[in-house]
Nanobody
Framework: EVQLVESGGGLVQAGGSLRLACVAS????????IGWFRQAPGKEREAVGCISSGYERQYYGESVKGRFTISSDNAKNTVYLQMNSLKPEDTAVYYC????????????????????WGQGTQVTVSS
């Protein structure tokens, strides 16, 4: 069974940091790219960033560039989202997703690229 489980969400003050983790199981991790998305109440889902399976390529959404970083630990089947300089507008449920690494590119910021999704973890940034 394919599973993606996010963790690390919580409440943080503006300017603070959080690191989210996405643990994958049930598929060959090396064959998949991982994307991070978020959705705030009443808003559309937004791409945060994505990383290829060899993690040599990464792409980020404009609203998080320079503040968020994605990294991967293939030995642990885990991808991390390090979030720094958090703002209240970063408040959302954050999801990770997995898609076939073949054909990975900047278009991998699109949700349609992904086959599997986690349940999400809530991030709340207070002002």
């Amino acid at each position: 069974e394919v599973q993606l489980v996010e963790s690390g969400g919580g409440l943080v003050q503006a300017g603070g940091s959080l690191r989210l983790a996405c643990v994958a199981s049930g598929f060959r991790f090396d064959d998949y790219a991982i994307g991070w998305f978020r959705q705030a109440p009443g808003k559309e889902r937004e791409a945060v960033g994505c990383i290829s399976s060899g993690y040599e390529r990464q792409y980020y959404g404009e609203s998080v560039k320079g503040r968020f970083t994605i990294s991967s630990d293939n030995a642990k089947n885990t991808v991390y989202l390090q979030m720094n300089s958090l703002k209240p507008e970063d408040t959302a449920v954050y999801y990770c997703a997995a898609g076939d690494n073949y054909g990975f590119g900047s278009w991998s910021l699109g949700a349609k690229y992904y086959d599997y999704w986690g349940q999400g973890t809530q991030v709340t940034v207070s002002s």
